[in-house]
């Protein structure tokens, strides 16, 4: 055993052979491909629950608003193009107007137009609710369709009774009354 050089030892094997490689970069596309649709319908089921909770924000901060101010139609909520003034359409956005403030007259403002491709509408072309002393509102009820591409199957619905109380429908897709949701 004497005079016998020792062999090196072998050189640890570093990263990836191409066969791992290309394993890992398949079952990447694969689960990747399987996410994006869902992620988009999250996306897109975020949307409309977002434009749904704003209008319903504006519609109890004016009831509470009038409850407080006590004066005859004081605070309205329209429909807002520009986000100061009452006039457009729904989808443009939004306004709680105080008109017994003319200091201060936007009580609450939409996050202005809905997101692309998501639509709200007043089934009766109604662009203004006013709220009376008492929590009313006038005229009522009022029916909103929130909608977005994927047509009534996945709308939301919400409804102004005449006692003032906003009412969401607890189905997606459906009215108060059970009926389908058609979109325009």
């Known amino acids: 055993m004497t005079g016998l050089p020792l062999r090196p030892r072998a050189l640890a094997q570093a990263g990836f052979t191409l066969m791992e490689l290309l394993i890992t970069l398949v079952c990447g596309g694969i689960l990747l491909a399987l996410a994006v649709p869902a992620f988009r319908t999250f996306m897109q089921n975020d949307q409309l629950w977002m434009s749904q909770s704003q209008l319903v924000m504006s519609l109890n901060a004016a009831r509470s608003e009038a409850i407080k101010q006590d004066v005859t139609n004081a605070v309205q909520v329209c429909a807002s193009a520009d986000g100061k003034t009452c006039g457009g359409t729904w989808s443009q956005g939004w306004i709680a107007v105080n008109q017994a403030d003319p200091a201060n007259p936007v009580v609450f403002q939409s996050m202005g137009a809905v997101p692309t491709g998501t639509t709200v509408t007043e089934a009766s072309g109604i662009t203004a609710v006013t709220f009376l002393p008492n929590g009313t509102a006038n005229p009522a009820p009022v029916a909103f ?36 949701l058609a979109c325009p």
């Open 145 to 180: 369709r929130i909608c977005d591409a994927r047509g009534g199957t996945q709308a939301r619905y919400l409804q102004v009774n005449s006692m003032g109380r906003v009412v969401s429908s607890p189905t997606v897709g459906f009215d108060l009354n059970n009926g389908a």
